[in-house]
């Protein structure tokens, strides 16, 4: 049976296991989500914390409650790890490590690089390799795909390689990992195919593109797009604490008169309110999320 058939199959019965690297505000609630779909997941992390809040029921993470994550632990549904050996037995890895942004403002891609050694090292053919980390356009090809290769296996054929671009919302509860469209774009159309039927089965709304580098770009886009309104709802602020105006009145006044209905992401929760809380509470610069 070729590859590709044989992973499907196994995606389609839930006898897939996912692994998912980097088990932090993405990668938990991922994790979460895949478990719930009825796969069994094994998160890695290097922070011996994490792994064992997680053996232990407990949850770190704002978004994902303590008993959610017991009841999977307990069902044998979701587990935790240290070691990356473990890799080699799963079918599908998904890596969700940070991309912290350096003093030149550019992302720094170590922890995504060795990520993909640690798979590299472990791959076997059959395999489903996954890249979430916010990257530049071309990320995926350039740091995934020799690895692949140099294993003497072909993309496309042996192993499958694919971006989807994480678009977490920390504390939101409308809009959640399972139920925010997924961005998907595949090294190969089999590529794609793959990752699709994986995301399909625990995610509501998947969206398919041509290639990796226009899923990476979808990304960038969409954070530029939202730095641009924060700063935006930022000097509206401004204006209106000079004018003696209510900011969030004339926020919501705008938003009912873009075609008499709010925008899918209202103005408010989206952008006005992160941009508020920023301005009083400053970020830390750490990461690109």
Do not use: H
Request: glycine share 6%; proline share 6%; hydrophobic share 45%.
């Amino acid at each position: 049976m070729p590859m590709q058939e044989r992973i499907l199959e196994r995606i389609r019965t839930r006898d897939a296991r996912v692994g998912v690297i980097g088990l932090g505000y993405v990668g938990l609630p991922l994790s979460v989500v895949f478990a719930e779909a009825g796969f069994e997941v094994v998160g890695f992390d290097v922070d011996q914390a994490r792994v064992e809040a997680i053996a232990s029921g407990n949850s770190y993470i704002e978004d994902v409650s303590a008993s959610v994550v017991a009841a999977y632990v307990d069902a044998g549904k979701l587990s935790a790890t240290m070691d990356f050996e473990v890799l080699g037995t799963c079918d599908a890895i998904l890596i969700c490590v940070p991309t912290p942004l350096q003093k030149t403002r550019d992302p720094d891609m170590a922890f995504v690089v060795q990520a993909a050694q640690d798979v590299a090292a472990r791959l076997r053919p059959g395999q489903l390799i996954i890249l979430e980390s916010t990257s530049y356009p071309g990320a995926t090809r350039e740091l995934l795909v020799p690895l692949v290769e140099a294993r003497g296996l072909t993309v496309g054929r042996d192993a499958f390689l694919a971006f989807s671009p994480e678009r977490v919302d920390p504390g939101r509860t409308d809009w959640t990992t399972q139920n925010t469209p997924k961005v998907v774009g595949g090294i190969t159309p089999t590529c794609l195919v793959v990752a699709t039927a994986l995301y399909e089965a625990a995610i509501e709304t998947v969206v398919p593109v041509s290639s990796p580098e226009a899923a990476e770009l979808t990304k960038i886009f969409e954070n530029t797009f939202r730095a641009v309104n924060i700063g935006l709802a930022n000097e509206l602020l401004i204006i209106c604490d000079r004018l003696g105006l209510d900011v969030w009145e004339v926020i919501e006044a705008a938003c009912f008169s873009l075609n008499n209905r709010r925008p899918p992401f209202s103005l408010r929760t989206r952008v006005a309110r992160v941009a508020l809380v920023r301005m009083r509470c400053p970020s830390d610069g750490d990461g690109v999320s």
